[in-house]
């Protein structure tokens, strides 16, 4: 009986072990060809400052959004209108902030890959349209912003070509969000529509600068990518902050299991890279268009280069002292931002092709040498994984993966000394976001 054991749980263990074959036709499929084009015509509507024209054709955040959508159009021309593709807007108006000066529509651009299984689920891709230069309140001068940030747009119209030619069990959107610069108005937006339209968020993957590989410190690495997340979400109650006191959880909110999945399914299917989680809502003192998202309560991430170069970013075009400023093309590395789309790629697939995350998660054990884990049954799950790790460690360590079952006990493993979450395996062996718990089981 225990050979039998034994030799079940090394079938089941190389079982789990095995790899989605169409993740890596999902990664050969990225072209840095393809995102170098867009990043080029981006950058050739001299600028997409937020307040700039939109009347023109060649100029400006208007012709800008328009050519985005044509491009949405045309992918989903070419997969039997499997995108549902629009604009939505809100007017922001004069005052709202210093850097509104004049009343604005600010416009996302959306598109929608609806789910088979579960339409009302989303994970979404954003890139920024918008552009600036040093003054954040100049809407006339050339701010191609090509970095930051043409590479996320591009990136993300790259994902929907790649991704739209494959169908999944939850909905995807790929969106251009607006606004970011002004004060992340495109990201408000689209959190207070899809609160309106009752969506379920299931994370948000906000790509903010893909493109550059050197340094301000003179670094060079086309290999590492930063994941910023924030602790617990923003919308926790006076009663979750306190219970977090004796239960733990600092580091264990939605944004920071969205960080540790990217993390996971990059080292899985891209082994050559490197990704840094940040233990951070978004650089020091500074924010991009997950936040809103976050403030609305759902799960949000920022997926960014790791060497900045403040030359370049937010600069007027010019030469100073042997130097170079400005956001020009000629500084984005397109292989680098084929690798960071291919990141977002695998994620929004994997993500789409899982079952829902567990629900209402109990963990006991007080006083006890075992650890029990109880949840919420996932339809079409073929199985769960229960996750624990070291309370120092920020990544899910070790596993038990079980069926047929939504409670188990983890003999002689003390509650005490770890952390532990679940998740929930589909038949084609995807994973969900893993769930911390949220109760306590007396």
């Known amino acids: 009986m225990r050979k039998f054991t034994i030799l079940f749980l090394l079938i089941s263990t190389n079982i789990l072990a095995q790899t989605d074959t169409k993740i890596y036709d999902i990664i050969n499929a990225i072209s840095s060809d393809r995102i170098k084009a867009d990043i080029t015509t981006l950058a050739n509507f001299g600028t997409r400052h937020t307040l700039s024209d939109t009347i023109s054709n060649t100029r400006g955040i208007g012709a800008a959004r328009r050519w985005i959508k044509s491009e949405f159009d045309k992918i989903s021309s070419d997969c039997n209108h499997c995108l549902e593709v629009f604009y939505q807007k809100d007017l922001v108006k004069k005052g709202t902030n210093a850097r509104i000066t004049k009343n604005v529509w600010v416009v996302n651009v959306v598109a929608i890959q609806k789910g088979t299984k579960y339409p009302n689920n989303y994970i979404v891709m954003s890139g920024d349209i918008d552009s600036r230069i040093s003054d954040p309140n100049n809407f006339t001068d050339d701010a191609p912003g090509a970095n930051d940030n043409a590479s996320g747009m591009a990136g993300t119209i790259e994902a929907a070509r790649v991704l739209s030619n494959y169908t999944f069990e939850n909905s995807i959107i790929y969106v251009g969000l607006s606004g970011e610069e002004q004060g992340l108005f495109g990201g408000k937006g689209l959190a207070a529509y899809a609160k309106e339209k009752n969506w379920n968020i299931v994370g948000v993957m906000n790509n903010d600068m893909i493109g550059n590989i050197k340094g301000v410190d003179g670094v060079i690495d086309n290999r590492t990518f930063r994941i910023f997340s924030e602790p617990v979400p923003p919308t926790e109650t006076e009663r979750q902050?306190?219970?977090?006191?004796?239960?733990?959880?600092?580091?264990?909110?939605?944004?920071?299991?969205?960080?540790?999945?990217?993390?996971?399914?990059?080292?899985?299917?891209?082994?050559?890279?490197?990704?840094?989680?940040?233990?951070?809502?978004?650089?020091?003192?500074?924010?991009?268009?997950?936040?809103?998202?976050?403030?609305?309560?759902?799960?949000?991430?920022?997926?960014?280069?790791?060497?900045?170069?403040?030359?370049?970013?937010?600069?007027?075009?010019?030469?100073?002292?042997?130097?170079?400023?400005?956001?020009?093309?000629?500084?984005?590395?397109?292989?680098?931002?084929?690798?960071?789309?291919?990141?977002?790629?695998?994620?929004?697939?994997?993500?789409?092709?899982?079952?829902?995350?567990?629900?209402?998660?109990?963990?006991?054990?007080?006083?006890?040498?075992?650890?029990?884990?109880?949840?919420?049954?996932?339809?079409?799950?073929?199985?769960?994984?229960?996750?624990?790790?070291?309370?120092?460690?920020?990544?899910?360590?070790?596993?038990?993966?079980?069926?047929?079952?939504?409670?188990?006990?983890?003999?002689?493993?003390?509650?005490?000394?770890?952390?532990?979450?679940?998740?929930?395996?589909?038949?084609?062996?995807?994973?969900?976001?893993?769930?911390?718990?949220?109760?306590?089981?007396?």
């Open 241 to 442: 902050r306190k219970a977090r006191r004796f239960y733990g959880g600092e580091v264990d909110g939605i944004s920071r299991q969205l960080a540790r999945y990217i993390y996971k399914t990059t080292k899985t299917y891209m082994p050559e890279m490197n990704p840094k989680m940040i233990y951070r809502l978004d650089r020091f003192g500074r924010g991009g268009h997950h936040r809103p998202f976050n403030d609305a309560g759902f799960a949000g991430i920022r997926i960014m280069e790791a060497h900045e170069n403040y030359t370049q970013q937010h600069q007027d075009i010019r030469t100073e002292n042997g130097i170079e400023y400005g956001d020009r093309l000629q500084f984005v590395n397109f292989e680098y931002a084929k690798k960071l789309t291919a990141v977002n790629a695998i994620n929004l697939a994997s993500i789409a092709a899982a079952p829902p995350s567990p629900k209402n998660v109990g963990i006991g054990g007080i006083v006890e040498a075992s650890a029990k884990l109880k949840w919420d049954k996932v339809n079409d799950a073929k199985g769960y994984k229960i996750y624990w790790r070291d309370t120092t460690s920020p990544t899910w360590d070790n596993f038990k993966y079980v069926e047929n079952i939504t409670e188990f006990t983890l003999e002689g493993i003390v509650l005490d000394n770890y952390f532990f979450g679940v998740s929930a395996v589909g038949k084609n062996g995807h994973e969900s976001i893993v769930s911390f718990p949220s109760k306590i089981i007396r």
